[in-house]
């Protein structure tokens, strides 16, 4: 009973946010008539809410509340934003809610975690029988937009019903919100020395950028970034803008192929090393937005469709060995923070910049009628293939187990 519970827990957690967060950027660009740099600050948000998390849960959430609380509480808080980003009528009004919704559904992402492993005998057996629903989620989430509801087609959106998205995602948080104290009691750490101010910031893992290779690893992790937030902001935009049918359930492919090579990564791990791996997943990078550049709705449709395809591969192959990576470089006494450290480079610090750079160059290419989008997926293409280079020459190969402990 307990594992369906949780099950259903990881499925609304992604259920709500592959909801609205893919279509954020067709909406924006076409119902509020959004610039590049504003739907770059919309989706930031997601960086600033990575930033903040870490605070509400080492410092408040460890301490004084129990993790099935808080989680209900913050769902129900990031219900009336939905609301609201329903009923805003421009930018003005969007920005403020969509900036509370992430500060309050960043750190959920830490307790749907906590709330699991407090009821796990054998989190590395379990854990990802129970995540694998999260995933799940947000596929249902794309299939239902596009196939369901046809809320991303061409005349629906011209009709302003992309906005159902925000209705949707209030409903699914509202009944988050309410089944999150049903859950089993996850009570508060107490541990005040491990869920300090140093623990939060990761300031314990400092000391892993004195290798020459994490450094580079880390420095690597935060450029790469810049490709994936322009993937984040401009994909569903992009093929929705040149015709592409059904776009948000289609690129639900991403998620599929993204489960297909997670259970793919462990092989690689042990056969090529942690070296090849990374740089397949930067390679992937590029070759995606290539894809993406030369593709269309037409006969160049198989290259969309292998470039959402490979997300399986671009993330997994750099995100998820990455988090090995650093688990395995990290003494047992700093592993928490390693990982902190890492998640704060990156989906903090590396996609706000990210973010700001994708709004940037959309705005310089976009026309009268429409994007140049094949010049704007070039650049992503680019900044990755200046990573990838940057990494090989400057990174000794290791050999990484991803059971390392």
Excluded at 49 to 75: C, K, M, W
Excluded at 106 to 118: D, E, H
Excluded at 212 to 237: D, E, G, H, K, T
Excluded at 333 to 362: D, E, N, R
């Amino acid at each position: 009973m307990i594992p369906l519970r949780l099950s259903i827990m990881m499925f609304l957690q992604f259920f709500i946010w592959g909801g609205w967060f893919v279509t954020l950027g067709t909406y924006l660009a076409n119902t509020l008539s959004a610039s590049g740099g504003q739907i770059g600050m919309a989706f930031s948000t997601q960086s600033w809410g990575a930033i903040i998390a870490p605070f509400i849960i080492g410092l408040i959430a460890d301490r004084y509340f129990n993790a099935e609380r808080i989680l209900g509480v913050l769902h129900l808080v990031g219900a009336v934003c939905m609301y609201m980003l329903y009923q805003a009528q421009d930018f003005t009004q969007f920005y403020p809610f969509v900036l509370a919704y992430m500060i309050a559904y960043m750190p959920t992402l830490a307790l749907v975690n906590s709330v699991s492993f407090g009821q796990m005998q054998d989190p590395a057996k379990e854990f990802g029988k129970i995540r694998v629903w999260g995933t799940v989620g947000w596929i249902v989430a794309g299939l239902v937009i596009s196939y369901v509801f046809s809320w991303d087609a061409s005349d629906a959106i011209a009709q302003g019903m992309l906005k159902n998205t925000f209705l949707l995602g209030a409903g699914a948080s509202l009944v988050l919100g309410l089944f999150s104290f049903t859950l089993p009691a996850t009570p508060p750490k107490n541990n005040h020395t491990q869920s300090g101010l140093k623990a939060v910031l990761g300031i314990d893992a400092l000391a892993l950028l004195k290798d020459r290779n994490f450094a580079v690893f880390f420095a690597s992790s935060v450029m790469i970034c810049i490709p994936l937030a322009f993937y984040y902001q401009n994909a569903n935009p992009f093929l929705t803008e040149i015709g592409v049918e059904n776009a948000t359930g289609k690129m639900t492919l991403g998620q599929v192929s993204e489960v297909v090579f997670m259970l793919a990564l462990p092989v690689f791990l042990n056969r090529f090393g942690i070296k090849l791996t990374l740089l397949i997943g930067m390679a992937a990078w590029v070759l995606r937005y290539v894809l993406f550049a030369y593709g269309n709705a037409d006969e160049g449709i198989a290259l969309l469709i292998v470039g959402i395809a490979l997300h399986g591969i671009c993330y997994d192959f750099f995100f998820v060995s990455g988090q090995i990576y650093t688990d395995a470089k990290a003494g047992k006494a700093v592993k928490s923070a390693a990982q902190g450290l890492i998640t704060l480079a990156t989906y903090g610090v590396g996609m706000l910049i990210g973010f700001w750079v994708a709004g940037k160059i959309t705005d310089t290419y976009t026309l009268d009628a429409g994007h140049s989008w094949a010049d704007i997926w070039l650049y992503p293409a680019g900044f990755a293939a200046v990573v990838l280079v940057l990494f090989v020459l400057l990174f000794k190969g290791e050999k990484v187990s991803p059971d390392a402990k």
